[in-house]
């Protein structure tokens, strides 16, 4: 009989071996028992790493406002979450998934009629075809050790060249008709992938039980499906001014007046 022992905060996929285990045979080497941990799913948490996500919807007066929320943790906790005081939630990023994978995928950002040519070419390939050259980046050249911090690209063929994007930037020449691919600055977006959460009630790490990661609330804000004229001049009352201001008047001449309606995109 194996004890099979599973450390805290053990990942998906993880492997617990015990040694010359396995059954014996003559003129072999007694084999391995590998146990594969399969990471069964949860109704209401998400895991990512140390990280846990749970989905809610608020109303658009709990955005405003604040909120003040329940949520039984796995271990049987209560925990009654509260926003900060004055606190407005905003919508997350659009097109932002804080679960989808990274697959170490780089992105890169594109200066036109750009070149640093004072930066050593590590490497080259007879192609202008960008996808190509983007995996290339990131599967071939890293596979041998080069860290790609930008590649250039004119009208025949591609250069890469190992350096960081500061020094990209740094030596960035002036050069018509090629463009200059560099590693995007990854604290760029920092600001668009901020999210509600509650500091140290994730998973325990692997190896180091003692440190948490965090549990971050995945927040959906249902709108109200119309407003009273009444009530939408409070609202006007009290919220800044709009962004938009017309210029032209309903009664000018040669100005159409349209009205938003809801059309479905994919139809």
């Given at each position: 009989?194996?004890?099979?022992?599973?450390?805290?905060?053990?990942?998906?996929?993880h492997?617990?071996?015990?040694?010359?285990?396995?059954?014996?045979?003559?003129?072999?080497?007694?084999?391995?028992?590998?146990?594969?941990?399969?990471?069964?799913?949860?109704?209401?948490?998400?895991r990512?790493g140390?990280?846990?996500?749970?989905?809610?919807?608020?109303?658009?007066?709990?955005?405003?406002?604040?909120?003040?929320?329940?949520?039984?943790?796995?271990?049987?906790?209560?925990l009654?979450?509260?926003?900060?005081?004055?606190?407005?939630?905003?919508?997350?990023?659009?097109?932002?998934?804080?679960?989808?994978s990274q697959?170490?995928?780089?992105?890169?950002?594109?200066?036109?009629?750009?070149d640093?040519p004072?930066?050593?070419?590590?490497?080259?390939?007879?192609?202008?075809?960008?996808?190509t050259?983007k995996?290339?980046?990131?599967?071939?050249?890293?596979?041998?050790?080069?860290?790609?911090?930008?590649?250039?690209?004119?009208?025949?063929?591609?250069?890469?060249?190992?350096?960081?994007?500061?020094?990209?930037?740094?030596?960035?020449?002036?050069?018509?008709?090629?463009?200059?691919?560099v590693?995007?600055?990854?604290?760029?977006?920092?600001?668009?992938?901020?999210?509600?959460?509650?500091?140290?009630?994730g998973?325990p790490?692997?190896?180091n039980?003692?440190?948490?990661?965090?549990?971050?609330?995945?927040?959906?804000?249902?709108?109200?499906?119309?407003?009273s004229?009444?009530?939408?001049?409070?609202?006007?009352?009290?919220?800044?001014?709009?962004l938009?201001q017309?210029?032209?008047?309903?009664?000018?001449?040669?100005?159409e007046?349209?009205?938003?309606t809801?059309?479905?995109?994919?139809?």
């Amino acid at each position: 009989v194996l004890e099979v022992h599973i450390q805290k905060g053990s990942p998906d996929g993880h492997k617990v071996t015990f040694k010359e285990k396995a059954d014996e045979h003559p003129h072999a080497d007694t084999g391995d028992v590998i146990f594969v941990l399969k990471q069964q799913e949860h109704a209401v948490f998400k895991r990512k790493g140390a990280d846990l996500f749970i989905e809610r919807t608020i109303s658009l007066v709990e955005a405003l406002c604040g909120f003040q929320m329940e949520i039984t943790h796995l271990d049987g906790r209560k925990l009654l979450i509260k926003t900060q005081p004055d606190e407005i939630v905003k919508p997350m990023a659009r097109g932002f998934d804080p679960l989808a994978s990274q697959d170490n995928k780089t992105d890169w950002e594109v200066i036109e009629d750009a070149d640093c040519p004072s930066i050593d070419n590590v490497a080259q390939a007879d192609t202008t075809d960008i996808d190509t050259l983007k995996k290339a980046c990131e599967l071939q050249l890293k596979r041998q050790g080069i860290d790609v911090g930008c590649f250039v690209v004119d009208g025949q063929r591609a250069v890469f060249k190992q350096c960081t994007r500061e020094e990209a930037l740094a030596a960035r020449r002036t050069r018509r008709g090629s463009s200059m691919y560099v590693v995007s600055d990854p604290n760029a977006k920092q600001s668009l992938r901020m999210m509600k959460a509650v500091k140290d009630e994730g998973m325990p790490t692997y190896k180091n039980p003692f440190v948490h990661g965090n549990l971050f609330l995945i927040l959906t804000i249902e709108f109200p499906g119309s407003l009273s004229p009444e009530n939408t001049k409070v609202i006007k009352d009290l919220l800044p001014p709009p962004l938009n201001q017309p210029r032209w008047k309903d009664d000018d001449k040669e100005v159409e007046i349209h009205m938003l309606t809801d059309i479905d995109p994919v139809e």
